[in-house]
């Protein structure tokens, strides 16, 4: 397994802050790693060069001095012995003597940045040797006097120069060689090491950086498809969610917060798939009509989802209340519906024999008006003949007679009219309020029940003009009684006239001529009651041929009701 496997598989089951962490710490560890080797092979290379000054270059600017102090004391032993002067002899000793402690000081610094003791030894006992032959020096010029042509003893003191001590400066010399050559076998040993070790340093630092880069680059990739794959399958589960669609799958194995959620979201989709399906199966099964019961898993209607099946519950508690109500309202505008019928055929049946009275009517009235057209002729004619005037006048006491009757029969006749009309305005309020109960039970049945409110709106109008001809029929009654009452005056008078021609025959042409004037009077209001009359059997006719309507609207509307109860009895209700 890979280092990219081996991350995936870590990371897969920690939380989104724990796999930053895990990141961030590995990428912490893997780019200490080089810093701190940077910072070892630093510290080595400045320590390499502290030592290459402190120990290697010392050492070489210690031997140089030592050098330039033999030197400089072979010089001043030189000097002394061609010295002019005692002062200058005495000076360029006393350097000599100088420059011995300064050898011994220097020697004694080398020494503590020299490692090889057999050497310093060497060295140290060449200025021991030199230091003896220096006292050793300053005792020969002391013995030795200076001349004019230099020191007395000058041929001992040069050999002693040349041979003892030219020969010890020179092993101090060869030692301080040997010295040196070993303090740069030394410092190069220690520079290659320093070299090497440096550059195999920075090799490693080199490859943490490179295992650093490639781990940040992995890690990055890993984490980035451990948070990035999550979210896109969550991300087109949404999508597809938003599109309406509730089949969805997210193929997610991670234990963090993504995973979680993604399994969240699964499982919600299986909530609402189910909600769905069973929304589905409630829906078909009120639209096949059966509303005795909503959703039978409620189960499924948790927490927020609890209120779509109080919906249903509630959309089929008041569908079916609502097809109970238009049921009862129906059975009632069915029984309604045959009372109306009833009544109607009742009411054609009281309109025909209306109808009848009237034309019993009309025909006594034309003949009362022909028997007033008659007794006006009489009238002229009784002017001319008294004798002629007194039959006339017995026979219009006959005719009066008969008069007096058909008035009283018309009296009788129109007073079963003006019950008849009575009985209409009746029949026409019981129907206007059959209609509008009608049309109140249809405004409750909604679009069902529109067509019967329809039917019920025609019987309401039906209603109106019934009662509305009744009130004329009624009005015309009242003015023909007015006319008959008329005419029985009228005729009491014409008798009390024809008496008073039996009484006096010479009074008879003024009276006659009087009976002509209230015959032609009596003849033109018995054509205004013929005119009338047949106003009233044309209202008659209306009111029965409005009777026969409405027997036919009651039956169309019991045949509707009757329809309805089936197309009610259909719906499975509570």
Same mark, same amino acid.
């Given at each position: ?27 912490? @560890? ?5 810093? =701190? ?32 102090? #033999? ?55 060449? #200025? ?10 300053? $005792? ?8 004019? %042509?230099?020191?007395? &003893? ?20 060869? &030692? ?9 076998? %030394? ?31 992995? $890690? ?57 399906? &069973? ?33 249903? %519950? ?87 007679? *008969? ?16 019950? #008849? ?6 029949? *026409? ?13 249809? =405004? ?31 009005? /015309?009654? &009242? ?14 008078? %014409?008798?009390?006239? /024809? ?36 106003? @009233? ?6 009111? $029965? *041929?409005?009777?026969?309507?409405? $027997? ?23």
């Amino acid at each position: 397994m890979n280092l990219k496997d081996s991350m995936t598989k870590k990371l897969r089951n920690l939380k989104v802050a724990d796999k930053f962490r895990y990141i961030f710490k590995n990428i912490y @560890i893997f780019t200490g790693l080089p810093i =701190a080797i940077l910072i070892i092979t630093t510290v080595f290379s400045l320590a390499s060069t502290y030592t290459m000054y402190n120990k290697y270059y010392k050492q070489d600017n210690l031997q140089g001095e030592l050098r330039i102090d #033999i030197q400089a004391y072979l010089k001043s032993a030189w000097w002394a012995l061609n010295a002019k002067t005692d002062e200058d002899v005495t000076a360029q000793l006393e350097n000599c003597q100088d420059k011995i402690e300064e050898l011994n000081s220097f020697l004694s610094n080398l020494e503590k940045v020299y490692d090889n003791d057999d050497n310093i030894s060497a060295v140290r006992t060449d #200025i021991s040797t030199l230091s003896s032959l220096t006292n050793e020096l300053v $005792s020969m010029f002391k013995a030795s006097e200076l001349t004019e %042509t230099g020191q007395s &003893d000058e041929s001992k003191i040069y050999d002693f120069i040349n041979n003892d001590v030219n020969t010890t400066v020179k092993k101090m010399a060869a &030692d301080l060689k040997v010295v040196s050559s070993d303090s740069f076998d %030394t410092a190069w040993k220690a520079f290659q090491t320093s070299l090497i070790v440096t550059f195999v340093l920075l090799v490693i630092s080199c490859l943490f950086i490179i295992v650093t880069v490639m781990f940040v680059r992995i $890690s990055s990739k890993v984490l980035t498809d451990s948070i990035l794959e999550p979210s896109i399958e969550i991300s087109k589960a949404a999508k597809d969610m938003a599109d309406g669609k509730i089949n969805i799958s997210i193929n997610c194995d991670s234990s963090d917060e993504l995973g979680s959620m993604s399994k969240d979201l699964e499982k919600a989709t299986d909530v609402i798939k189910n909600i769905v399906e &069973d929304i589905i199966k409630t829906a078909d099964k009120m639209a096949s009509g059966d509303f005795s019961s909503a959703s039978e898993n409620q189960e499924l209607y948790i927490a927020d989802y609890k209120a779509i099946n109080d919906a249903f %519950t509630d959309i089929s508690n008041k569908l079916s209340s609502t097809l109970k109500n238009v049921k009862d309202a129906s059975l009632s505008v069915s029984k309604g519906a045959s009372n109306l019928q009833e009544v109607s055929v009742n009411l054609s049946e009281g309109t025909s024999s209306q109808a009848a009275a009237v034309e019993e009517l009309t025909a006594s009235v034309e003949l009362v008006t022909e028997q007033t057209e008659l007794l006006a002729k009489d009238a002229v004619e009784s002017m001319n003949s008294a004798n002629i005037v007194e039959r006339d006048v017995e026979t219009g006491t006959v005719k009066m007679s *008969a008069v007096t009757k058909a008035m009283e029969r018309i009296t009788v006749a129109s007073s079963e009219i003006e019950k #008849i009309t009575s009985t209409i305005e009746s029949i *026409a309020s019981q129907t206007a309020l059959l209609s509008l109960n009608a049309s109140i039970e249809a =405004a409750r049945a909604g679009e069902a029940g529109r067509g019967f409110a329809v039917v019920a709106q025609e019987i309401s109008e039906l209603a109106n003009e019934s009662s509305t001809a009744a009130k004329n029929t009624h009005k /015309l009654i &009242d003015d023909t009684m007015n006319e008959i009452k008329n005419g029985n005056a009228a005729v009491e008078e %014409t008798t009390e006239a /024809l008496k008073k021609v039996q009484e006096s025959v010479s009074a008879v042409a003024e009276m006659m001529k009087t009976s002509k004037d209230r015959a032609n009077a009596q003849a033109s209001s018995m054509k205004e009651i013929n005119i009338g009359i047949e106003q @009233i059997s044309n209202v008659v006719n209306v009111n $029965s *041929a409005t009777a026969v309507q409405a $027997s036919e609207v009651s039956s169309d509307l019991s045949a509707q009701s009757q329809g309805l109860n089936a197309l009610i009895d259909e719906f499975n209700i509570r």
